[in-house]
Each structure stands twice: as C-alpha cells, then as structure tokens.
C-alpha cells in the first residue's frame, strides 16, 4: 500500500473514531470463511460496522483522535477488527450470541464514553449498558407512575365526590 493510501485510510479511520462515542476492539481471527461471511450478515443485519484493520494503522488514527485513547494501546496485539454502532451495547449482545456457535470473536476492549473497557471478561458489563433511549425511556416511566396515581386518586374521589353531592341534594 502507498504511502499517500495509507494516510488517506488513518485519516478516514481518525474521522470514524472521533465521530463515534464508543467502539469495541476485538478478534476474529481462527473464523472459517463461512463463519466470518455469518458474522458480516449479522452484523449488518444489525446495523454493526465491522471493520478489519492493521493494528499500526488504527493505532496512528487513535493518535490523530483528540481523545486520549493510550489506554487501548497494548491490546493491539495480533488481529484486529473494530465494531461501531449506534446504540452502545448492541455489539456486545451481537459478539455473546455469536460465540453459542463459535469461540469467536474475542472482545478485546471498547472504548465507552471517554472510558476504556479490557478484557473479554467484561462482555456482560457492556450487555448491561444502556442506550440513550432507554434511559430516557426509563426516567419517563418514573415519571409517569406517580403522576397515574394522582390521576387514578383523583379519578376516584371524583366519584365518591359526585356520590356525596347526589346524596346531599337529594336529601334537601
């Protein structure tokens, strides 16, 4: 690859990077053909970016990123494909179903919102992470449950209310 190609693709991969609030790390190396075919299905079924990528090349566009990725710098070892995605858990929930037929892929770490996640052991504590949505789905349902039982209180005291002042006008 020239020179002048491999700029262009650090700085197309610096862009990406910087534009994405997280993105996961990991390696599907050992993966058949057939296996690496369903996984990019997945994938895009998905809506999962999923990107191989020489580890000197993504570590220069990582050092181009005006965020501090040093962190992520000594798992770039071996083979390396990068997933992005708008929801933040979606890639760990694809890589855990993918792995009830295979060993693959490995998570070897994501970067989350400024913070850098190692280790393939912490695949279920990236399943758990929400998304923006629900979270505000979340906080609209605490919301709305105190306010339904305020309406469903003064719901039934409107008909008790109504029950006394039909009892008290007959009664005059």
């Not at 998905?46 to 965020?67: D, G």
Request: hydrophobic share 40%.
């Amino acid at each position: 690859m020239k020179k002048q190609d491999k700029t262009l693709l650090i700085d197309a991969l610096a862009e990406r990077i910087s534009s994405s609030d997280f993105f996961y790390l990991t390696d599907i190396s050992d993966l058949n053909a057939e296996q690496t075919t369903d996984l990019r299905r997945l994938c895009y079924s998905r809506n999962i970016k999923l990107l191989m990528v020489k580890n000197t090349l993504l570590k220069k566009a990582l050092e181009k990123s005006p965020k501090n990725y040093s962190e992520i710098y000594d798992i770039l070892k071996g083979t390396t494909s990068l997933m992005f995605s708008e929801i933040p858990n979606d890639p760990a929930k694809l890589i855990k179903e993918f792995r009830k037929s295979s060993d693959r892929p490995i998570l070897k770490g994501a970067f989350v919102q400024d913070i850098a996640i190692i280790g393939d052991d912490k695949i279920d504590f990236l399943i758990n992470i929400k998304s923006k949505n629900e979270l505000i789905a979340d906080i609209i349902y605490s919301l709305k449950s105190p306010m339904m039982n305020v309406m469903s209180a003064l719901n039934s005291g409107k008909n008790t209310l109504a029950g006394v002042v039909k009892t008290l006008q007959e009664k005059n």
